[in-house]
């Protein structure tokens, strides 16, 4: 720890152009401002990570790696402080930069970053980003209690529909907590989780994106309507056991990876000591025609709940539990 009061880190992260040093080790593609590749820190097919050389870190928005450019080089080659500095500042100066030796040691993993509610006076953040603007649409996540605890917010970026969350939290323990464009920590809540928790006898009922959560309230004013973040490809980093001892009613957007995510989910509930596991088949509208591929209830349009709740019941049937025999699925 001496050796870390010795350097002047601030001046050496001023000194080593991030761009270059992360673009040794992935390739980067410019973004406005900033820079986007594959992550380092976890295997990903889209691109997650974000160098930002004006703010003079690096950020991933899947697994949430965050470093400055020592503590890039610190963790891309498996280095500790004292030796990541060492090598870094042997080689500034000199006009042709620092020398990187080939990466041979394996790529130590950063804990995740911890998140958690906000302090009252820090309720809500600023959630302009440089290349998408404000969000155009905000929705706040709860703690079970009712206080804020992030929030989903949607960006259009040139016509195209981008989600970003929003949390509270810290990297370590000796980082300043923090509202951060990321996601919530694993287990991850549910939207409404303070009406879940406030109404115990309550159905849940269950869709994909916290707009279509919203419009499903209207039309279901006496089930609490409800879903979680980071869409169908982030079920399995819910928190399930919030529906324990619940009965859920699940509503797929009408098309197959909707279903699908619905049955994955099914699984999850029946595991996590939910009692009643219904989805509702939303492949035909009231009229009996084909729903359109993607129809969602934030599509239903002009639907009164009456005409919603009838539709529903005609549709939802039982998903049995996995080790229970199959039996004629009860009239809802
Ligand atoms: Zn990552």
């Keep these: ?31 406005g401002k900033d820079y986007k590749g594959l992550c380092l820190f976890h295997t990903e097919k889209s691109p997650s990570m974000t160098v930002s050389p004006e703010k003079g870190f690096l950020h991933c928005f899947g697994c949430g790696a965050h470093h400055d450019a020592i503590g890039f080089f610190m963790a891309v080659e498996n280095l500790d402080f004292k030796a990541a500095t060492a090598k870094l500042l042997n080689g500034s100066g000199t006009g042709s930069g620092y020398v990187v030796p080939q990466r041979t040691t394996k790529l130590k993993r950063p804990p995740p970053r911890k998140t958690f509610a906000p302090p009252a006076d820090n309720a809500k953040p600023d959630m302009h980003i440089k290349a998408l603007g404000d969000p155009v649409a905000v929705w706040m996540y709860r703690t079970a209690e009712g206080g804020p605890l992030g929030y989903v917010a949607r960006y259009d970026d040139d016509g195209k529909k981008t989600i970003r969350c929003w949390t509270f939290g810290q990297h370590s323990d000796q980082d300043p ?39 499903a309230q209207q039309l279901f004013p006496s089930l609490i309507a ?107």
């Design 226 to 332: 409800s879903t979680w973040p980071g869409g169908a490809m982030a079920i399995d980093r819910v928190d399930w056991t919030l529906l324990k001892g619940r009965k859920v009613v699940l509503m797929p957007d009408a098309d197959e990876p909707g279903r699908q995510a619905m049955d994955r989910i099914a699984a999850y509930l029946h595991e996590n000591g939910a009692v009643e596991v219904k989805g509702v088949d939303t492949e035909t509208q009231p009229d009996g025609s084909l729903s359109p591929e993607g129809w969602d209830l934030a599509d239903a349009v002009g639907w009164t709940p009456e005409q919603a709740i009838k539709w529903a019941v005609e549709r939802a049937s039982v998903y049995p539990p996995p080790e229970s025999k199959p039996e004629t699925p009860p009239a809802a």
């Design 177 to 215: 907590p923090a509202w951060e464009c990321g996601h919530f920590a694993t287990p991850r809540p549910l939207y409404n989780l303070d009406r879940i928790a406030a109404n115990t006898t309550a159905k849940i009922l269950l869709v994909e994106g916290e707009k279509t959560a919203d419009a």
């Design 1 to 31: 720890m001496a050796a870390k009061q010795e350097i002047d880190t601030a001046a050496l992260n001023a000194s080593i152009d991030l761009v270059e040093l992360v673009g040794r080790y992935a390739p980067l593609q410019k973004d």
